[in-house]
């Protein structure tokens, strides 16, 4: 067993790569700049920020490219400078060129910026959006006319000196293109100074880095949210397993008959359902005085990270506010586990060592916990593997409905506030659960059947 696991494990490295390259590159794919500070404002705080998230390094071990960028691209800030000037030396090849056009562009901008408003400053900053070099001369022409009208000749010298400058830089561009550069392939290698080992590193050390929204370690804003949905979908995994495997062991012993037929009528009714109706049905008959029996006096708990209180404390404080959703997930998840183990036995008993067994003259009680129980948690088992990371992950329906603050609606927050880093730490939590959640699958078919064997 132990050579098996080793062996597994090895296997789970591998895949695990994968994943975070996936999961690495998605969160590279976006169009807004994750800094959310402006660069012109308060350029110091921007590049503070821009090293703290390491977006001052490349992003991989390499970078394959064309020989017209250099291997130094990523130092550039803020990332709309970079991605202006990549597409300016996506037109020409001449990076050198382009550089010193694009340096002429922002200067001009910046002197625009501090001596003048109105149309001539929307005049420089159109020529600072442009994107197709074709177009930049007649953007530049366009830029003389409202300078007529400013009344300090010194501005309207100077900005005119900047226009000219802004020319210059263009023909020199246009006079030397190097387009042949963008169809030769270069590779540069940048070591182990680079965004994804930084980012790797911290997932394997414990420190998967921060927040973007908050600015907190992923540890801080992570643990208290885990151990709700630890307490919320462990206790209901755990309660399905105990009610549902002895009552799908009953409806295999009872097949057919009305006990079983009104059994699995209920369960497919109850597994059919969506969660969010079958919470609001409880919640109605458990909460309300008015409709229902009024068990449980409110639902929202209180929040743990405002009460001052240990989680234990908070957890007993607040246990009734766990009675609703636990109830809703056990009812959802018993109706799965309860049918699979019903299919299970059924399908065992069918079976050639089955008959076998009851041809010896065994004892049927004895035939069936000892041969047709014991195969018939296989398919329980697999049901297993694939709940093992939700009791980590939590139900966003759930935490929704009955605001329990869970890894859930953590993950729902970090999706929509592009908290990347948060939401992509959560991904690669849930797949090393599920990869871990196999393993332990496959080790209790062998607990359940000596026949498997884990060499084959």
């Given at each position: 067993?132990?050579?098996?696991?080793?062996?597994?494990?090895?296997?789970?490295?591998?895949?695990?790569?994968?994943?975070?390259?996936?999961?690495?590159?998605?969160?590279?794919?976006?169009?807004?700049?994750?800094?959310?500070?402006?660069?012109?404002?308060?350029?110091?705080?921007?590049?503070?920020?821009?090293?703290?998230?390491?977006?001052?390094?490349?992003e991989f071990y390499l970078t394959l490219t064309a020989?017209?960028?250099?291997?130094?691209?990523?130092?550039?800030?803020?990332?709309?400078?970079?991605?202006?000037?990549?597409?300016?030396?996506?037109?020409?090849?001449?990076?050198?060129?382009?550089?010193?056009?694009?340096?002429?562009?922002?200067?001009?901008?910046?002197?625009?910026?501090?001596?003048?408003?109105?149309?001539?400053?929307?005049?420089?900053?159109?020529?600072?959006?442009?994107?197709?070099?074709?177009?930049?001369?007649?953007?530049?022409?366009?830029?003389?006319?409202?300078?007529?009208?400013?009344?300090?000749?010194?501005?309207?010298?100077?900005?005119?000196?900047?226009?000219?400058?802004?020319?210059?830089?263009?023909?020199?561009?246009?006079?030397?293109?190097?387009?042949?550069?963008?169809?030769?392939?270069?590779?540069?290698?940048?070591?182990?100074?680079?965004?994804?080992?930084?980012?790797?590193?911290?997932?394997?050390?414990?420190?998967?880095?921060?927040?973007?929204?908050?600015g907190n370690p992923m540890l801080v804003e992570l643990?208290?949210?885990?151990?709700?949905?630890?307490?919320?979908?462990?206790?209901?995994?755990?309660?399905?397993?105990?009610?549902?495997?002895?009552?799908?062991?009953?409806?295999?012993?009872?097949?057919?008959?009305?006990?079983?037929?009104?059994?699995?009528?209920?369960?497919?009714?109850?597994?059919?359902?969506?969660?969010?109706?079958?919470?609001?049905?409880?919640?109605?008959?458990?909460?309300?005085?008015?409709?229902?029996?009024?068990?449980?006096?409110?639902?929202?708990?209180?929040?743990?990270?405002?009460?001052?209180?240990?989680?234990?404390?908070?957890?007993?404080?607040?246990?009734?506010?766990?009675?609703?959703?636990?109830?809703?997930?056990?009812?959802?998840?018993?109706?799965?586990?309860?049918?699979?183990?019903?299919?299970?036995?059924?399908?065992?008993?069918?079976?050639?060592?089955?008959?076998?067994?009851?041809?010896?003259?065994?004892?049927?009680?004895?035939?069936?916990?000892?041969?047709?129980?014991?195969?018939?948690?296989?398919?329980?088992?697999?049901?297993?593997?694939?709940?093992?990371?939700?009791?980590?992950?939590?139900?966003?329906?759930?935490?929704?409905?009955?605001?329990?603050?869970?890894?859930?609606?953590?993950?729902?927050?970090?999706?929509?506030?592009?908290?990347?880093?948060?939401?992509?730490?959560?991904?690669?939590?849930?797949?090393?659960?599920?990869?871990?959640?196999?393993?332990?699958?496959?080790?209790?078919?062998?607990?359940?059947?000596?026949?498997?064997?884990?060499?084959?």
């Amino acid at each position: 067993m132990i050579r098996y696991i080793l062996h597994r494990l090895l296997l789970a490295v591998p895949t695990l790569l994968i994943i975070s390259l996936v999961t690495f590159a998605l969160g590279r794919i976006r169009e807004a700049d994750p800094v959310h500070i402006d660069f012109e404002t308060d350029s110091t705080a921007y590049r503070a920020k821009a090293t703290n998230l390491g977006l001052d390094q490349p992003e991989f071990y390499l970078t394959l490219t064309a020989q017209a960028f250099p291997d130094s691209v990523y130092r550039i800030f803020p990332l709309e400078y970079r991605k202006q000037m990549v597409h300016f030396t996506r037109q020409n090849g001449n990076w050198a060129a382009t550089q010193r056009l694009w340096n002429a562009m922002i200067g001009a901008w910046e002197l625009a910026r501090h001596t003048t408003s109105g149309p001539p400053l929307d005049a420089f900053s159109h020529i600072r959006h442009t994107r197709d070099l074709q177009l930049l001369p007649n953007a530049i022409d366009r830029a003389q006319s409202p300078l007529e009208a400013l009344p300090d000749d010194s501005v309207r010298t100077a900005l005119r000196a900047a226009l000219a400058g802004i020319r210059a830089a263009y023909e020199g561009l246009e006079q030397y293109p190097q387009r042949w550069k963008l169809w030769v392939p270069a590779l540069h290698w940048h070591g182990l100074q680079n965004q994804y080992h930084q980012w790797l590193s911290g997932f394997l050390s414990g420190d998967p880095g921060n927040s973007l929204v908050t600015g907190n370690p992923m540890l801080v804003e992570l643990r208290p949210r885990l151990l709700i949905t630890l307490s919320l979908n462990g206790m209901a995994i755990l309660l399905a397993y105990l009610i549902g495997v002895p009552l799908g062991v009953f409806m295999a012993r009872h097949d057919q008959r009305p006990a079983d037929r009104w059994t699995r009528a209920a369960l497919l009714f109850l597994y059919a359902m969506p969660i969010m109706w079958l919470g609001g049905v409880l919640t109605l008959l458990l909460a309300r005085h008015d409709t229902g029996l009024h068990l449980i006096d409110g639902l929202n708990a209180e929040p743990w990270l405002m009460s001052n209180k240990t989680f234990g404390r908070w957890f007993v404080d607040n246990l009734e506010k766990f009675v609703l959703p636990v109830l809703t997930l056990t009812l959802h998840t018993l109706a799965i586990i309860a049918l699979q183990m019903r299919g299970g036995i059924l399908e065992v008993v069918q079976q050639d060592f089955i008959r076998t067994a009851r041809a010896k003259g065994l004892n049927e009680r004895l035939v069936f916990w000892r041969h047709a129980f014991r195969n018939g948690l296989f398919p329980i088992i697999t049901v297993f593997a694939s709940f093992f990371p939700s009791i980590f992950s939590g139900s966003l329906v759930v935490e929704y409905l009955f605001d329990f603050p869970g890894m859930g609606i953590k993950m729902e927050s970090a999706f929509a506030n592009h908290d990347y880093p948060v939401l992509f730490a959560m991904v690669m939590f849930v797949s090393a659960l599920t990869i871990i959640g196999s393993l332990i699958a496959d080790m209790l078919y062998a607990w359940v059947d000596p026949r498997v064997r884990f060499a084959q």
